[in-house]
Each structure stands twice: as C-alpha cells, then as structure tokens.
T-cell receptor, first 109, second 115 residues
Framework: GQNIDQPTEMTATEGAIVQINCTYQTSGFNGLFWYQQHAGEAPTFLSYNVLDGLEEKGRFSSFLSRSKGYSYLLLKELQMKDSASYLCAVMDSNYQLIWGAGTKLIIKP | ETGVTQTPRHLVMGMTNKKSLKCEQHLGHNAMYWYKQSAKKPLELMFVYSLEERVENNSVPSRFSPECPNSSHLFLHLHTLQPEDSALYLC??????????????FGPGTRLTVL
C-alpha cells in the first residue's frame, strides 16, 4: 500500500529553526509537495521537489532524497504566524496526490 | 485568497436532510477535486473531475453525489448522511496534464456537522 509518515505534532521556539520530516512509500514518484494549513483555512502550497537536493525559498527550504523515500521541510527564524499544520504529499505514478496526516507545529514565544 | 471559493463555510444537517456544497474556481483550471479532511487523518480524495468528466471515484458512498456542470463549478450533493461524515470538505483545482507539476489550489472548506 501507499503510505506517507510525518510526526503528528512538534513544538519550537520563536526565532529558532525546526525540521519537519516526511517519509513515503508510494507506487511511483512524480514529485513531493509541502503545504501549509492554518486552522480553519485552506491548505496553501509551499514547495515542490522532484529531484534530489535542497530547494530554498526564503525562510523555508525543502529537501528530497528519492533513494531514501525521505523529505524534510526546514523553517528558519520562526515566527508566531508559522504556527500551522504542514502537510506532505507525494504524486504517484497516476499523478494522484497521496497525503500525510500533517504535522501540527506549535511556536512558543 | 487562493482563487477557489466554497459555500457554505459551515453546515449543520440532520441525517435525513439533503444539502449541497458548492465550489467555484476563478483560475482557469481544467481539473477540480473534492477532499474529505478529518482530524489527524490524511486528506481523503473523494472525486476528481478533469475537463468536466469524472475520472476518479475512490469508492465513496453513494450518499455523496458530485456534479460538475462546467470547468469552473463543482457541487457535492449530500443525502442521508451519517454522523461519521462530519468533517471538513475541501475543494481544489489544478491545471492537469500528463507529466506535469500539478499544484492544487484549495478553497477554505465547508465544515460539515451531521447530527
């Protein structure tokens, strides 16, 4: 079966760095997405990785290792507004998105 | 604002009621999706429409009935629901194509409570 694993909840301090991991087992791979979802709001796109390596976009970076079935989202200089759920999703061989359950990130002052 | 709107934002209904959820996208996309989001569970894909034709059903119970009259509008008709159907229902759209990077844009969702 297809499976996406990510931690249920993480806590970090304002101004610090946090890394949210995602491991996956899917039938085929056509890219990995990270989305951010604030409580009561729509998920919004953060990043897309299809090749191995690190993609940096401001305070957020996303890393992919296809051989290990592994990705992480790195958030630097954390702000209170970064408190949200972070969803990992993999596009399988049928170009359908397989979703993880999301990681709830709590930022403390 | 993602360019995808959903109404109503909140809905409470009894098990014998019939109601409809509406989604509209203003992005010129050719694919639309219905997802169910329950607490601490992965997003569950319910239906996919590409070029106004349903391409994915994912074994959703018949008490959920989708309708896609054109590429900008998507409905989810609900009847005789069960309390376990209470969840956040999300609509999304994308520009679908084979071999493509298929970023989906989501609406804010309808929070459904079935009594």
């Amino acid at each position: 079966g297809q499976n996406i694993d990510q931690p249920t909840e993480m806590t970090a301090t304002e101004g610090a760095i946090v890394q949210i991991n995602c491991t996956y087992q899917t039938s085929g791979f056509n890219g990995l997405f990270w989305y951010q979802q604030h409580a009561g709001e729509a998920p919004t796109f953060l990043s897309y990785n299809v090749l191995d390596g690190l993609e940096e976009k401001g305070r957020f970076s996303s890393f992919l290792s296809r051989s290990k079935g592994y990705s992480y989202l790195l958030l630097k200089e954390l702000q209170m507004k970064d408190s949200a759920s972070y969803l990992c999703a993999v596009m399988d061989s049928n170009y359908q998105l397989i979703w993880g359950a999301g990681t709830k990130l709590i930022i403390k002052p | 604002e993602t360019g995808v709107t959903q109404t109503p934002r909140h809905l409470v209904m009894g098990m014998t009621n019939k109601k409809s959820l509406k989604c509209e996208q203003h992005l010129g996309h050719n694919a639309m999706y219905w997802y169910k989001q329950s607490a601490k569970k992965p997003l569950e894909l319910m239906f996919v429409y590409s070029l106004e034709e349903r391409v994915e059903n994912n074994s959703v119970p018949s008490r959920f009935s989708p309708e896609c009259p054109n590429s900008s509008h998507l409905f989810l008709h609900l009847h005789t629901l069960q309390p376990e159907d209470s969840a956040l229902y999300l609509c999304a759209s994308s520009q679908a194509g084979t071999g493509g990077y298929n970023e989906q844009f989501f609406g804010p969702g309808t929070r459904l409570t079935v009594l």
